[in-house]
């Protein structure tokens, strides 16, 4: 990447802009919890800069009744921030306020999930955007040969990393066969009461209304939780993992959900 290679592009340029006021990097990503905890984390990074901090913006399809969202977003826009980052409807939604011409990088996390979200039509037309030299970061859990055709599509010559998966190291896995419901409750306060499991626990549930009764079994012998669940807003989700990771809470109750809010393309 610092050689200007694709680890996902064609080599970076740098047009010298007079004012340096231009939009450098794009970050696309696939759900609107995960633009708003990385644009967090890039304006956390940003403050430490010595000269002038530059913005990130965030960019994501407004839903129902946020016009007001759209209007604060286009107007930052106005302002060329240095930093995007939005999902590829995002971006398209703001495209007309969007200058990308002096675009730099682009980074294209998850993109085994932007895929399986349905965004392959939106990332076709998000090439056409782009200017034709940027060096560009595609980052995925898994090759598949979706992501493998996305990478022939969009970057040029790239330089491949493959991180080995650690064998063994300090994570235990067992299983208990556990009976009723209520065996279940209680196996998880002798685990949590005696220490069997140390340290901050994600409990995982079968659905929402599941989670709350975790909650509330527990806050009888004075555990502190929280619960994680997809009937959640975005920013609430965001703030009950900050919360976590900050020992607000030692344990975190969650369940699997698809989240429609998340699919927030036309192609939903």
Request: hydrophobic share 40%.
């Amino acid at each position: 990447v610092l050689r200007g290679r694709d680890a996902g592009g064609a080599d970076g340029s740098d047009d010298g802009d007079e004012d340096g006021k231009k939009t450098a990097l794009m970050i696309i990503l696939p759900t609107r919890d995960l633009v708003s905890q990385v644009a967090a984390t890039v304006r956390q990074l940003l403050y430490y800069l010595e000269d002038a901090v530059p913005e990130a913006v965030e960019l994501l399809k407004p839903g129902k009744g946020e016009e007001g969202t759209r209007k604060v977003t286009e107007a930052r826009l106005r302002t060329t921030p240095a930093i995007v980052v939005g999902t590829p409807s995002g971006v398209l939604e703001y495209k007309d306020s969007l200058d990308l011409s002096s675009l730099q990088s682009l980074v294209i996390d998850e993109a085994d999930l932007l895929l399986s979200h349905g965004y392959a039509e939106s990332l076709q037309s998000l090439l056409k955007l782009l200017p034709p030299i940027l060096q560009t970061c595609l980052v995925s859990a898994t090759l598949t040969s979706d992501v493998a055709k996305l990478k022939r599509v969009m970057l040029h010559k790239p330089a491949v990393v493959k991180l080995k998966r650690q064998e063994g190291g300090r994570l235990k896995q067992f299983y208990l066969d556990v009976g009723s419901a209520q065996d279940k409750l209680l196996v998880t306060y002798v685990f949590l009461k005696l220490g069997v499991i140390q340290g901050r626990v994600i409990i995982f549930t079968s659905g929402a209304q599941e989670s709350y009764r975790v909650k509330l079994f527990l806050e009888q012998f004075g555990m502190r939780s929280g619960v994680l669940s997809g009937q959640m807003t975005g920013r609430h989700r965001v703030e009950v993992c900050d919360r976590f990771n900050s020992g607000g809470f030692d344990v975190l109750i969650t369940e699997d959900w698809e989240d429609e809010e998340e699919m927030d393309d036309d192609e939903e």
